[in-house]
């Protein structure tokens, strides 16, 4: 049975700035998008950051940047900002590759407190005619890959009986989508992850939950836009249905909720889906 905590002090008033100063924040996928602001909005609170993201662009459509240039701009960036940063290209389906990163995220820091498990690909298929490399980097880097990183960041907060996980789903976690079916199993799986984990990993006061964005004004759409011969803004509006008057949500607003969520803010929070979909859940 684990140790109650007992009666623990607020952390702080609720208006003072996040501070993450003295922690390590593990983000996938922090090339580019969500990743990449997410990571900046850690370093600019205070964390030092580990970066990971794949060493060369992946086959597969949705990635259309140079990851290894992109890390090291981001290292720079970091650094900038007076924080240390652990660059480690790797490719989330790589457990070794995995493994060497969190390995010398533990050499470098000490620690890891916070992992964003957010690197993902996504593309459109009809469920009749969708290639094999489709399904299968579609399932191995959004579902299989969390669980790569996970199981390797996991002993080491284990240990230091603290930690957050936050698992970058998708309102395709939480409902369906046309030609998105590989897509959506996948970020559903991230649902049932996030619930089993947070049972699982509870008693080590490691929280875990996982967010739901509606479309994202990242390369991502960009890549999908391509594909389609459409703009992205037009993907935006065509798939997203939002209630608010907004076809996208912005990087930084999901920085705000991941940094919030990972803060001792949230403390009492795990296992819980984050929907950040501008209405588009509930129409
Ligand atoms: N953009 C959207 O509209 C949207 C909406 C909801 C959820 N999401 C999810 O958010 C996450 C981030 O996407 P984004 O919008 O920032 O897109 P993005 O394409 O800008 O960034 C995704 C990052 O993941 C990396 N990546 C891809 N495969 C990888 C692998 N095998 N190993 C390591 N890194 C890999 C890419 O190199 C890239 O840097 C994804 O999981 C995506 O499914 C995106």
Known sequence: MAEKIGRVPAPGAASAPLDFTGQVAFNTGA???QGRQVALEFARAGADIVALDVGQAVEYPAVQHRPDDALYSLQNEIEALGRRAVITPADVRDDAAVTRAVEQAIATFGRIDILFNNAGVLGYAEVDSISDEALNATIDINLKGPMIVARRVVPPMKAARRGVIINNSSVMGLRGGARLSHYAASKWGLTGLTKS???????YNIRVISIHPTGVNTPMNDSLAEMEGATAIEIAERSAGNLL????VETEDVA???LWLA???ARAITGAQYPLDAGLLSG
């Open 197 to 203: 984990w947070a049972i699982e990993l509870a008693p």
């Open 31 to 33: 090339a580019s998008g």
């Open 245 to 248: 008057p907004i076809p996208w």
């Open 256 to 258: 705000a909720l991941v």
């Open 263 to 265: 803060s001792d803010r």
